[in-house]
DNA sequence: GCGTTTGGTCAGCATGATTGACATATCCCT
DNA sequence: AGGGATATGTCAATCATGCTGACCAAACGC
């Protein structure tokens, strides 16, 4: 498949030069494709480490963030952030409240909810994990610099659906 | 934890304004963590979807993804890209074979590397998974502009380590 | 009072990762 | 030619994280 590249055929009697736009934008998803992998790979790995000494893993760790983030969250709520099933997330946060790092607490208007919190060794771990991250994002971001940080920041935005983009803006704002 | 704070005891006689700076710096980093939390699902969305149809995994999508790369690659480095166990490839890696979408070619000059592949119907599927991927971030792309493009390819080298940057610019260019 | 919503829980399953141990073929150096 | 190192494959067992379907209990709200 050396030689076959896409929508040749689409394109039987394209003008001079537009075969090796093609090429070429052929050239940058495929990069794109290497640095969200291996980018994604370098974020999430010294979180995964410290996790890994607790028997925690990656799903862990988006509790206490995303509960950190939001304290009061609904169960609800986090399910959808998550975008995983109730059974899925049980079975990580139940142990995690038994262990003392999250705490429920019933809404006071609609008493059926179990409003999530982080406990203060709940916060310090979190905190552990956050510390780690920040180091690599801020080594990124400094290396990078500011104009390429708000690049970074249009164009992830721009990789996920318009459900997570509103999410992203109500995580900014506080609760509302 | 709402009112703890960052490194607020490291710096008990912090000029006036430090204190807000980060603030600032926090809520930055903690975007940066949520825009590569929904970002890298974005991205991968509509290839998991196509997969789970033909009852396959990410695996196998990197799989296809960076044979397809470069093809003739062996095993070995296969797995130092991957960064995962022998093991752990050979049960995506060997039904791909069996189900004729990758192949293997012992190696010209060393008779033990087994050469790997894609079949005709590895590229297509890989095409197919390339084309839904391509769509996301061409969409991405447009909305963002060039130039933020430019600064989400710096920031995301930055977030992987060394090894990984110099692997990527081993892909870029072919095989060296 | 009754249907709906919120949340929890049970049993069972699939995927993709892990480790340790071992086998085979080939390479390369002495 | 011998022998250690290398590249790959394979066995068995385990773990983490997702899934489904079914069902229950409590509280809401009309």
Request: no cysteine; charged share 30%.
């Amino acid at each position: 498949m050396l030689t076959k590249r896409p929508d040749m055929a689409a394109m039987p009697e394209a003008p001079r030069g537009a075969r090796d736009l093609l090429y070429l934008r052929e050239a940058e998803i495929r990069l794109a494709q290497d640095l969200l992998f291996f980018g994604y790979r370098g974020f999430t790995q010294r979180p995964d480490r410290l996790l890994e000494e607790l028997d925690m893993g990656r799903a862990h760790h988006r509790v206490l963030h995303f509960v950190g983030r939001r304290p009061g969250i609904t169960v609800g709520d986090l399910l959808a952030i998550l975008d995983i099933t109730k059974q899925s997330l049980g079975r990580v946060l139940q142990p995690m409240i038994a262990e003392g790092y999250v705490t429920q607490a019933a809404g006071r208007s609609d008493k059926r909810q179990r409003l999530l919190s982080l406990t203060e060794k709940g916060a310090a771990l979190e905190r552990r994990l956050y510390d780690a991250q920040r180091d690599v994002i801020m080594q990124a971001y400094r290396e990078a610099g500011p104009q390429a940080v708000d690049g970074f920041r249009r164009v992830m935005r721009g990789l996920m659906g318009e459900a997570a983009r509103e999410e992203i803006d109500r995580l900014e704002k506080g609760t509302p």
